[in-house]
């Protein structure tokens, strides 16, 4: 039996990661990381019904142990991944900075660094030499009122592109892309008012960033 490609997305539940995740299918067998139960059942139904298939883990990406486990469990069943989506973020209230609540702070910083910065050591060894990474960056760092998200999502992007000049003969491919706006809940909490006719949808985002990456 031929051993399937395995594509993680990790915020698979809503958005861009869920958009991505069902473009993936069925060409890869989707791992779907998110907190959201209800959101990765919508998905498997969706995957499923392009003829697809999905394996489903529920958990917070904030978790070491659990994330060490995921990764390693990975290795066990599969031997690798091929892609590696990182779509999970977390949104801090707009607020001005000399306001920032510490819980919202810290949230942001371990959802937004610190994961990542834990996640890249366990998903590496399983892309090896051939496989893909895919960050999202959003330029949003030093906008007013966009402390919590600005400041962290600009570490998390640093991250990834010290990995991507470290790795750029070696592999694996690290690519940053920069999605257009799009009618999302995130954007929605920082744009409230914002009509949502004019902006991308995921589905439409998640085509044209995998296929600027074919």
Known sequence: ?????????????????????????PEYHILAVARTVGGLEELDDAIKAKGGEATLAPMDIT????????????????GGVALWAHTAIHTGPLTPTWQLDP????????????ATGHMIPFVAPLLGETGSALFFDDLKGGEKFHGHYGATKVAQIALARSWQRETHKTGPRVHILEPQPMGTAHRARFFPGEPREPLATPQAEAARLLASIA
Not at 1 to 18: C, F
Not at 63 to 78: G, I, P, T
């Open 103 to 114: 819980k919202d702070w810290d949230r942001s910083v371990a959802t937004n660094v610190s």
């Open 63 to 78: 978790n070491r142990d659990a994330m060490a486990h995921l990764c390693r469990s990975v290795y066990d069943r599969w």
């Open 1 to 25: 039996m031929t051993q399937p490609k395995i594509a993680l997305v990790t915020g698979a539940s809503r958005g861009l990661g869920y958009a991505l995740a069902l473009a993936l299918a």
